[in-house]
């Protein structure tokens, strides 16, 4: 679609026949060859163009991985594992098995992949995980919230101003994220407590390394 003034053909002109990434002539053939891979296995193309996001960014993170099919599964494993999925009681064996993998393989690709990310591992009530990508809408608003927060904190302190315990300070931030916002089913209420103060705690490490410099 386009409008009257043909930026609608500008934009596509722009990712027509690019690499607009940067990447390699192996690289690109690497992400390719792992969509073909999706197609065969049936996954379905939002699903498929999100795992195959997630692998670009490790490529251009770690470089191109040494069991592409393993890494393929585990990008895909990562995609269809975001907290809106829940309940997602698929286990990796399970998951593995559809696509004709080693269970050791998909384990530890997902970490290596999720780990080198930055992903946010949250867990149900039977343990089963579900992970939070930095750069999707729920993590970058999660980090965002977080970190005003903290800078706030700092700043309230600076002045002599009374700030919450926190407890309070995490609790309130759940009330926002999880009760109003609704940025991740309830069920995960919880895990959010403990997500919320790790992410407060490394925030707070970044100020303490920013005075020491």
């Given at each position: 679609?386009?409008?009257?003034?043909?930026?609608?053909v500008v934009f596509y002109n722009y990712f027509s026949g690019r690499?607009?990434?940067?990447?390699?002539?192996?690289?690109?053939?690497?992400?390719?060859d792992a969509y073909k891979f999706f197609v065969k296995?049936?996954?379905?193309?939002?699903?498929?163009?999100?795992?195959?996001?997630?692998?670009?960014?490790?490529?251009?993170?770690?470089?191109?991985?040494?069991?592409?099919?393993?890494?393929?599964?585990?990008?895909i494993y990562l995609a269809s594992r975001h907290p809106f999925s829940f309940p997602n009681h698929v286990?990796?064996?399970?998951?593995?098995?559809?696509?004709?993998?080693?269970?050791?393989?998909?384990?530890?690709?997902?970490?290596?992949?999720?780990e080198r990310l930055g992903f946010i591992k949250i867990y149900d009530y039977n343990r089963f995980p579900?992970?939070?990508?930095?750069?999707?809408?729920?993590?970058?608003v999660l980090c965002s919230v977080v970190k005003s927060t903290v800078e706030e904190i700092g700043v309230r302190t600076m002045l002599g101003i009374e700030v919450m315990n926190e407890d309070e300070v995490v609790e309130g931030l759940v009330e926002r994220l999880v009760d109003r916002l609704k940025i991740v089913p309830p069920i995960f209420r919880r895990e959010m407590h403990r997500v919320i103060?790790?992410?407060?705690?490394?925030e707070i490490e970044k100020l303490r390394e920013r005075r020491s410099v």
């Amino acid at each position: 679609m386009r409008n009257d003034k043909g930026e609608g053909v500008v934009f596509y002109n722009y990712f027509s026949g690019r690499d607009v990434f940067a990447l390699s002539e192996e690289e690109v053939e690497l992400i390719k060859d792992a969509y073909k891979f999706f197609v065969k296995n049936d996954v379905e193309e939002a699903l498929s163009v999100y795992a195959v996001t997630i692998l670009k960014r490790y490529v251009e993170a770690a470089g191109l991985p040494k069991e592409r099919e393993a890494a393929y599964t585990a990008s895909i494993y990562l995609a269809s594992r975001h907290p809106f999925s829940f309940p997602n009681h698929v286990s990796k064996g399970e998951f593995a098995e559809r696509f004709r993998l080693k269970a050791s393989s998909l384990e530890w690709y997902a970490e290596t992949i999720s780990e080198r990310l930055g992903f946010i591992k949250i867990y149900d009530y039977n343990r089963f995980p579900y992970y939070i990508d930095p750069e999707s809408v729920i993590g970058t608003v999660l980090c965002s919230v977080v970190k005003s927060t903290v800078e706030e904190i700092g700043v309230r302190t600076m002045l002599g101003i009374e700030v919450m315990n926190e407890d309070e300070v995490v609790e309130g931030l759940v009330e926002r994220l999880v009760d109003r916002l609704k940025i991740v089913p309830p069920i995960f209420r919880r895990e959010m407590h403990r997500v919320i103060r790790e992410l407060m705690y490394r925030e707070i490490e970044k100020l303490r390394e920013r005075r020491s410099v």
